[in-house]
């Protein structure tokens, strides 16, 4: 009998706990970021139902992104058991300094008795505000050493200029910076001496930016046979 | 009582053995990470498909913290991560794929949701494969696929 009652009050206790459940508003917040702004946060609100629920941990999984529950108890710690009908926020603070484009980013919580986590995500755009197109020139070998071009284009509402740039290479790969528009847009124009032989080359920019990111910029050049194996496409693309 | 403990003994005993011919006549348990090619993300692929490209055509990519990738970084692979300045690790890449160009990027990090290796598989695809001629592809499982296929 004991045994049934200890059985029985098991199994109660967890369907009890797979009854009980954070329920949030979103999984997945999208943040347009400002080029200057360093930090964002996402917000992801949530409702707990059914019998309370126990916050196990709330770990970000990049050390870029900090996590945080609120609202926080009387000294400050994080609450980590909710009762029925409470509400509360997670907090993903994210640190944009080393990220261009589109970047997904998210926190791990896991909830007790609950075998998967949850992962909450923090979509953050971070504007490329000095562009390369392209960011890579290439003659196959043994082509026409034709000049091509790399348009340097400023995506900003304050101009940023090219303080200074150099070349790694300049023997095979001479190259002209021209100012289209001083602060806006410049063009780098490379033509290589010699296409006969394979050959690699870098061109590196610094600007006037006052953001850490954007001082700097690299341009790439490539004299290389055409690839004999055509790309595999196995994967789903 | 006592009947009950017995049972429950002879009930361990029967299931350990049971447990060990098994693992004796079928092998050890598959540790593989599984995966679905049918259901994976897109630009994501599985370990097993790799293995049926020419080792030759791919560059490996890490994008674990550089103590990770020093400690079990898949043999000739390039270290370019999110937690270190791109345009510091960027060139090394380049170079790789400049100097020895292969038609397969496939990049790796530590888990499911860590986001990395995504993120560096967009940057290196929106930046250079366009010119260069290959595809970036995210390992299904990162490096617990490759850990799991060496058990």
Redesign the interface.
Same mark, same amino acid.
């Given at each position: 009998m004991n045994y049934f009652n200890a059985t029985a009050l098991s199994l109660f206790g967890t369907i009890m706990s797979l009854s009980a459940k954070m329920v949030f508003e979103t999984k997945l917040v999208v943040i347009e970021a400002n080029p200057d702004e360093i930090f964002v946060t996402g917000e992801f609100p949530f409702e707990v139902t059914g019998d309370g629920e126990t916050i196990i941990s709330y770990d970000a999984l990049c050390s870029c992104l900090a996590g945080r529950v609120e609202p926080l108890l009387p000294d400050r710690s994080a609450k980590l058991n909710w009762k029925a009908g409470e509400k509360g926020v997670i907090k993903a603070r994210f640190d944009t300094s080393r990220f261009l484009g589109t970047v997904d980013k998210a926190i791990e919580l896991k909830l007790e008795g609950e075998k998967d986590p949850i992962h909450l995500i923090v979509r953050v755009n971070v504007p490329e505000l000095v562009q390369l197109k392209p960011s890579t020139l290439k003659w196959d070998k043994g082509s026409e050493a034709k000049e091509k071009v790399i348009k340097v284009k400023i995506n900003h509402t304050e101009p940023i200029k090219i303080l200074s740039h150099a070349g790694n290479n300049e023997k095979s790969y001479p190259y002209e910076l021209k100012t289209i528009k001083e602060g806006w847009e410049y063009e780098i124009r490379v033509k290589p001496t010699d296409t006969s032989q394979s050959g690699i080359g870098m061109i590196s920019l610094r600007t006037d930016s006052k953001i850490g990111k954007f001082k700097r910029a690299t341009a790439y050049v490539t004299t290389k046979p055409k690839l004999k194996m055509k790309p595999l496409t196995e994967a789903r693309e | 009582m006592k009947s009950?403990i017995i049972a429950l003994g002879s009930l361990l005993v029967l299931s350990a053995a049971a447990g060990l011919i098994t693992w004796k006549v079928v092998g050890a348990p598959d540790r593989a990470i599984s995966c679905d090619?049918e259901s994976?993300p897109? %630009?994501?692929?599985c370990l097993s498909?790799i293995r049926?490209?020419?080792e030759d055509?791919i560059l490996w990519v890490d994008a674990r913290p550089r103590a990770e990738w020093e400690k079990n970084g898949v043999k000739g692979s390039v270290l370019v991560n999110?937690?270190?300045?791109?345009?510091d690790l960027?060139?090394e890449f380049?170079?790789q794929m400049?100097?020895n160009?292969r038609?397969?990027v496939v990049v790796y990090c530590n888990?499911a949701?860590?986001?990395?290796s995504?993120?560096v598989a967009?940057?290196l695809r929106?930046? %250079?494969a366009?010119?260069?001629?290959?595809?970036v592809?995210v390992l299904q499982g990162g490096i617990k696929a490759l850990l799991a296929e060496g058990k």
């Open positions: - | 009950f090619p994976l897109e %630009h994501h692929v498909t049926n490209w020419p055509a999110d937690l270190e300045e791109w345009f960027e060139p380049m170079m400049m100097g160009p038609a397969k888990q949701g860590c986001g990395s995504k993120y967009n940057q929106e930046r %250079h366009g010119t260069l001629d290959f595809e592809h």
